[in-house]
């Protein structure tokens, strides 16, 4: 088969959990008239191995290469790029490996063109931009993608100019429509292709809507402030049964990951899934992101999350200091919240998995309601709490609120010690450095203790390692370190990954 274009992306979190980006990046292409194949795992690879992989699918007829690299920050690979934060991690592997892979890509086909996207984008440009090596990539493509890729690839095949707002290096930053608003999302149908090679009952994300009513003054995400009766950010009824009862159809999967910044924002979203899985007559479970403390003030939502077997919810909670929480958008009586979870719990029969997410060092946070949140949150029914620093820096996706307006929430932005041309904070409380600190010795502390359990979120991705989810979730995070587990799990996610590239091979050799 002619590949128009290969696309290389990395699993979530180590786990055999398919991000969305490169696979719809692909579908829409698809749609177009383009032959595309995309290749997961990548970290996994050695130089070795990608080569093979190249040297049976680039042609002189191939016009792209690209990357989505939302999740690369997350490999384990231990000669990867290391800095002082992990969330400038570019490259799945280590910036020589990348520019080895993008040089042998060249010697097959001089012609190609090299793309890098997805949420990694900005952390490519920080880390790159006072290294005078050649990348060689040609265009970066920064946002949602699905019209700029579609017409950056008819230029390539067509000769054409492409439509960038300006250099970096020698790469054409190109981001016209970065919130896809030429795409209709609403009406879109994804699907999973052949060459995906997705395994019998795999755990696939799914797309309900995109954006968010909301708009936090930390979070920088695209979309946010979407008016409620804003529907083109919502996926039809149709789509969405379509969708799930195709997957079912070709691979039997019944779990999935709804990928919505929020869930729960909207109480009409959730019936409309529950409609679905009600249509479908598939005993189907979901995880989402879920915020508590609307589910505290719309009690309604509770019988939905139990009926539409939410299994897993992970809630950004960030403060119990009701001050705090309040400062950048979010609230609620934690006492309130508290019974929210309880009664979430006692009505899904336990048969549920929390996860909690505490950012440590927002407005009006100070030590002592620092502790008071925390040790709510360990009293809390949540199976496991994340501990993160606010962090204030251009992220990815654009600016946030804190970020724009510092000085008005009491921050003062300085220079980032580890990072050249990168800027942190601190105020009259706390810093930056002070905060990841902090985070890392409650979560040491909670993990050491066995009060932190892998969760719903590693759990979920277990899910397609064979594991029941539940009975994953609820696994205290420090017994992943016995040698009897990490002999396990390392088995399992070698098969996987053996697996995964059999098919994959098997696929290019026969097509």
């Not at 049964?241 to 779990?255: F, G, P, V």
């Not at 909690?356 to 949540?382: F, K, W, Y």
């Not at 587990?485 to 098997?506: C, G, P």
Request: charged fraction near 25%; charge should be negative.
């Amino acid at each position: 088969m002619i590949y128009h274009g290969v696309i290389l992306t990395d699993v979530m979190a180590r786990l055999r959990f398919r991000p969305m980006g490169a696979y719809r990046v692909a579908n829409v292409l698809r749609e177009a008239g383009y032959n595309i194949l995309v290749i997961d795992m990548y970290s996994t690879l050695s130089i070795e191995e990608l080569k093979i992989l190249l040297d049976k699918t680039i042609t002189k007829e191939t016009l792209f290469f690209g990357y989505s690299s939302t999740f690369f920050y997350a490999s384990d690979r231990s000669d990867r790029l290391v800095t002082k934060h992990p969330m400038e991690l570019a490259f799945p592997t280590s910036r020589e490996y990348f520019i080895d892979t993008n040089h042998y890509v060249k010697s097959l086909n001089p012609n190609i063109k090299i793309m890098y996207g997805g949420a990694s984008v900005s952390h490519y440009i920080n880390t790159t931009q006072s290294d005078e090596r050649d990348f060689a990539v040609d265009y970066i493509i920064d946002g949602y993608s699905e019209t700029m890729v579609v017409d950056v690839v008819n230029n390539i095949r067509d000769n054409l100019p492409q439509r960038p707002s300006k250099l970096i290096k020698t790469a054409e930053y190109i981001n016209y429509d970065r919130e896809a608003k030429g795409f209709d999302f609403r009406n879109h149908h994804h699907a999973w292709h052949e060459s995906d090679c997705i395994a019998p009952g795999e755990a696939l994300p799914l797309e309900v809507a995109r954006g968010c009513v909301f708009k936090c003054k930390f979070c920088s995400f695209p979309l946010l402030g979407k008016k409620k009766n804003d529907m083109s950010y919502l996926r039809t009824e149709e789509c969405l049964l379509r969708e799930i009862q195709e997957n079912y159809e070709k691979y039997q999967t019944r779990q999935y990951m709804i990928v919505d910044d929020t869930f729960n924002e909207r109480t009409d979203k959730m019936e409309t899934l529950l409609r679905v899985r009600d249509k479908s007559k598939l005993d189907l479970s979901f995880g989402a992101y879920i915020r508590l403390d609307l589910v505290s003030k719309k009690p309604e939502q509770i019988p939905l999350i139990r009926d539409l077997n939410l299994v897993f919810h992970c809630y950004g909670i960030e403060s119990f200091t009701y001050e705090a929480a309040a400062s950048i958008g979010k609230g609620g009586d934690p006492n309130q919240m508290l019974e929210t979870m309880h009664e979430i719990y006692h009505q899904m029969n336990g048969k549920v998995a929390m996860d909690a997410g505490h950012i440590i060092g927002l407005p009006h946070e100070t030590p002592e309601t620092l502790e008071r949140s925390v040790q709510l949150m360990v009293d809390s029914p949540a199976d496991t709490i994340y501990f993160f620093a606010l962090t204030l820096a251009r992220s990815a996706y654009g600016k946030s609120e804190l970020w724009e307006n510092a000085p008005k929430y009491g921050y003062t932005l300085i220079d980032d010690p580890y990072i050249p041309g990168k800027q942190t904070w601190k105020n009259d409380v706390w810093d930056f450095e002070t905060c990841v600190q902090i985070a890392n010795q409650l979560e040491k502390k909670y993990v050491d203790s066995g009060r932190n359990k892998l969760g719903g979120a590693g759990g979920f991705g277990m899910i397609n390692l064979g594991y029941d989810f539940l009975e994953a979730a609820k696994m205290p995070l420090r017994d992943f370190r016995s040698p009897a587990i990490i002999h396990e799990t390392t088995n399992r996610h070698l098969a996987q990954r053996a697996s995964y590239f059999d098919m994959l091979n098997q696929y290019i050799d026969n097509n």
